[in-house]
């Protein structure tokens, strides 16, 4: 039985077995004190070993960090500070921990615990970033679900460049003095995927209401708090869905995804608001129930030029918002998450829709207080001569995307969707704030440890 299970069941039980590390141990006259936790729930449980008990005699290696099986009852505790406790009839100690274990009992800088990934999770912090983490991949595929979207499996080996940044990673078994392309493994240049988008639009114009769910690579060389070089993103897609449409789904999903959060992870908010951010709960309890807030760039850049903050990248229409005017639109100004939309056409993808103006396209930005943008998406260009003189002025091969352009030749409806940063969400849900400290593995410049 798992701890979490254990200390649910709010009742004695006669014939248990618990199994974990040891945080702590306490040897007192006849008798001694584990505190042990599985990594089911922050909790630890105590469990009192009486010497002579079958496995006692091993007690000794029972120190910090070791590995322990436990037989015996789960018995009303006499102490203070919990409920209940394991009255141990047998101990193996299954594995032993010298004392360079490097977790001891005070508590430890998420830096240092970064240097050792592999150990982190044992940690209580680690431990509740990593159960709210499933939490929310599973709250992700339930709203969907809920809903009748269909779950796509986009590739992850590539030949395209969706956001036309060109910041890939190549894919290649050719080594460093070959340089004939065609004799590479798949007979042309690939890459690693920074977008599931375009597959999944095509998905979008046969069945409908789609999403992707999956690990995206960047090797954009921005070392920040809030980059990444591989994270997974969320990508839904929705055939017959305009703008609008693509920003209430936005929306909806951000404060569906908070309302699970808080119902289901209880005890490791707890623990994010007390340690991590002190203003936590109130935050996300006010940002899951009011209406976000919906601007258009050309509203957010008056509001920008009219601010008396001055700002590193001073603002004028035309320029991508930096991180800092996107937080101080929500931090400041605002003071909740906000959707800005219709942004200059020059600044966006060739695949958004160009509106009526012939200035902007139809893009849109979703930014949350702490993080700034968390969430970008658009309605997709479905004319198909606009997409092909879009595809001319980014320079875009006609040819390697004839595939993505048929999907305006043969019956194209307007379709629409968007990217939320499965990391940067859980930066939000939790406090965190370092993506470094929400991916079980970072991998970001420099670094690719583990
Ligand atoms: O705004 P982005 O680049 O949009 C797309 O990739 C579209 N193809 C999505 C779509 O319309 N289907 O990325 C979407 C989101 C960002 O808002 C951000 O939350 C996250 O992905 N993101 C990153 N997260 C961590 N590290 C990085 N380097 C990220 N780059 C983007
Ligand atoms: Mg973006």
Known sequence: MTIKEALASNKPIDDITICGWVRTRRDSKGFSFLSINDGSCLANIQAIIDDGIPGSESISMATTGSSVKLKGQLVESPGK??????KALEIEVTGSADDTYPLQKKGHSPEFLREIAHLRPRSNLFGCVFRTRSRLAYAIHQFFQEKGFVYVHTPIITASDCEGAGEMFRVTTLDGNETDKENDFFGKPTYLTVSGQ????????????????????????????????????????????????????????????????????????????????KGLMERLHSVSSQAFQRISYTEAVKILEGAEMKFEYPVEWGMNLQTEHERFLTEEHFKSPVTVHDYPKSIKPFYMRVNDDGKTSAAMDLLVPGIGEIIGGSQREERLDVLIKNMENHNISREDYSWYSDLRKYGTVPHSGFGLGFERMLMFVTGVANIRDVIPFPRTPGSADF
């Not at 500070?81 to 394991?86: A, L, N, P, V």
């Not at 708090?225 to 209430?248: K, Q, V």
Request: hydrophobic fraction near 40%; include cysteine; aromatic fraction near 12%.
């Open 81 to 86: 500070g919990q409920s209940f406790e394991i």
């Open 198 to 277: 375009l597959e999944v639009e095509t998905f979008a114009c046969a069945l409908s209401n789609v999403y992707t769910f999956g690990p995206t690579f960047r090797a954009e060389n921005s070392n920040t708090t809030r980059h990444a070089s591989e994270f997974w993103m969320i990508e839904p897609e929705m055939a017959y869905c305009n703008l609008e449409g693509d920003m209430d789904l936005a929306e909806e999903m951000i404060q569906y995804l908070i309302t699970d959060t808080l119902e289901n992870c209880a005890e490791d908010l707890d623990l994010f608001g007390k340690f991590v951010d």
